[in-house]
């Protein structure tokens, strides 16, 4: 039933356009300790609260024993509510099933991010106690049998005043009981709650293993590498997995040491893997991946690998000729009689990219600067969707370090607030994971006094701070991610649904995946790029030839990065599908052989890096089926004006709004032309290759 996972300022819209403009370039392009120093017409917070996320309680890492409590308190009011003899003459069951569900996943969420990114030892060990103990809740209410019946018959009790809506939740509910086996006998589902606390653990465990350098001493190294000591030192640590070296020992050595073996790390992917069918076996799931599709745009392996082949077979050909550029690139240009490899790619592509566009990122960054690019994400939601970004000061305790940016999402006819995006978004040597990502603090949904719950999201990027003389510059890259993640933030503040449990990125992952994939397009986009890419220092516009180039630059060599994820997502389905009674190892030679141009390199351990393991299992795939369907909706309504208003709030009331409160195809079939089989996500995906 739970997935675990100063003053205002008020002035005319074309005014306010302009202030925001020059506000957000001003904060965003100096690290938010440093505002002081400057006049920003900063909105001063709506609540008078601190602590984090203006909870009071959290002014000390102890206040999570305070969340829990209040939490597990009004979960047990709730559930003596719908054992109550007049339930169902008040409130829907579904409705009383969601507000629990609402009350566990705030504390879950928050704990779940502040156990992976506070810097407060106290504030992390804090926050995974809550988080283990929330879990423990949730299991408990997920095997809770007499629950399960109370739902299950509202279905038919209550029938007359169920809509669709509550119809679907209802039984999405149902369908999360159903997955933690709670139809198995009482021994059975006992089994299938210790596996699933082992699973847990193995999940975090390998999690943590994934992102740790590998370690190699130059006692242990093969003696065909001694060269390459001169760029290390002992022990020699290598924390990637590409490195940009023109000596090609080095690019190998680089790619088979973060790709060595690591035997504590291989039992925990296998016992993942293995545990992950118990589970799926004792629910009476034919796989893992059956399971874990079971309400995705493609619902079982079947469809999901017939769409992989077909997808494989359309660009087969032009990965070759790509590859075979490459090839040519490296025996003429670097004079190597060796051929090409996976640890080449990068280096020479980009090379290629360089050679024939005449490009350079120094011709570029400084035209994006981190407050610019902002500026560039307001200009969008400005004009597509009506809505303005506003800074916002943080009150004492609101934030877990002092580089935290916080924005107001509003819109713009009426002023009325839509949530908080807090943006953490500077690499720091204390932060947990390097890994690009949007957290859900709080969903939006609504309330019994027909207002909306105000959903709060946090943006974790990985970017270089400013320096004293110079703003963050993004690299093309970065810039992709910084889109990316918005159209997730997005998501989350358009929705506008009855449920939180399926608010905003709440939805089939293939689903989730749209927006963020859709806001790519505007990067690539060279009249949008045109509106904003302007000096840091100088205000100049970028130079529309190198514009051109840019986005030119995208298009190139992309069959080969799709044959990769091809390649993943076979691979992901293979793990969970297939026996591992045969090595991991010789799975990745054999799948390699048979949907990628470049051999395996022998004694790689992809595996064991493949971090998408956590929390995409099974369901890698959805990226590509996210971004067929976000190129259709780009092509569909966009492309002709990508900054329609029109087409901006056909989108938002039509799919952003819903999350997950009606089925994926009909949301995207209500927007654009989308067979039920979606046998035409092959021709939107490929179609620019």
Known sequence: MLRLLSRKIFCPANELKVRLKSQLSAAFNQIPAKHSRIKIPFVSSSSSSSGLFGKKELCSYEGFYELEKEAEGRVNSLIAEAFSEDCGSKRKMVEIFDDISNELCCVADLAEFVRTSHPDDNYRQSANLIFGQISQIVEKLNTNLELYVKLKESLDREKSRLDECDSRVCRLFLADFEQSGIHLDRSSRSKFVAINDQLVNLLMKFQINSQQPSLINVSDLDPKYKDVLKYFRDPIQVDTMYINSDDELVREFVYKSYLQENKVQESFFKSIINKRKEIAKLCGYESYSHRANINMIMDNPTKIINFLDECSKVIEQKAIEDYEKMNQFKRTILNSS????????????????????????????????????????????????????????????????????????????????????????????????????????????????????????????????????????????????????????????????????????????????????????????????????????????????????????????????????????????????????????????????????????????????????????????????????????????????????????????????????????????????????????????????
């Open 338 to 689: 060796q051929p090409l490899y996976q640890w080449d790619v990068p280096i020479i592509s980009s090379r290629i990219k360089k050679s024939v566009l005449d490009l350079d990122r120094s011709q570029y960054m400084d035209y994006f600067s981190l407050g610019t690019c902002m500026e560039g994400l307001n200009l969008i939601l400005n004009h597509v969707f009506n809505v303005n970004l506003e800074m916002e000061k943080l009150n004492p305790d609101e934030s877990w370090h002092t580089d935290i940016y916080k924005l107001a999402v509003k819109e713009n006819s009426n002023n009325t607030l839509l949530g908080y995006i807090y943006c953490d978004f500077y690499h720091r040597a204390d932060k947990f994971s390097n890994v690009d990502c949007h957290f859900t603090i709080q969903c939006s949904k609504l309330r019994q006094d027909n207002t909306y719950q105000l959903p709060i999201v946090v943006l974790h990027l990985n970017f270089p701070p400013p320096s004293k003389d110079r703003p963050t510059l993004l690299s093309f890259e970065m810039m992709e991610n910084l889109f990316h993640e918005f159209g997730h933030a997005m998501h989350s503040m358009f929705a506008k649904t009855r449920y939180q449990h399926v608010s905003g990125t709440r939805c089939s992952t293939d689903f989730a995946e749209v927006p963020s994939q859709l806001m790519e397009f505007y990067c690539r986009d060279p009249r949008i790029l045109r509106k904003f890419a302007k000096h840091y220092a100088t205000n100049k516009p970028l130079d529309q030839r190198i514009i051109d180039k840019l986005c030119q630059s995208k298009k190139m060599f992309t069959s080969c990065e799709l044959q990769n994820q091809i390649l993943n997502s076979m691979l992901d389905q293979a793990f969970h599908l297939e026996d591992l009674s045969q090595k991991p190892v010789d799975m990745i030679e054999k799948y390699t052989k048979r949907y990628h141009y470049l051999p395996y390199a022998r004694n790689t351990h992809w595996h064991l890096r493949y971090t998408h393991l956590v929390g995409y299992g099974a369901k890698y795939y959805s990226y590509l089926v996210s971004k067929a369907i976000a190129s259709k909706i780009w092509s569909e309504c966009f492309e002709k004006d990508p900054l329609s208003s029109s087409a901006g709030e056909l989108y938002r009331k039509k799919m952003l709004e819903f999350g997950g409160e009606k089925q994926p195809l009909e949301l995207i079939s209500s927007l654009i032309g989308l067979d039920e089989a979606g046998s035409n996500l092959v021709d939107s995906l490929t179609k620019n290759i």
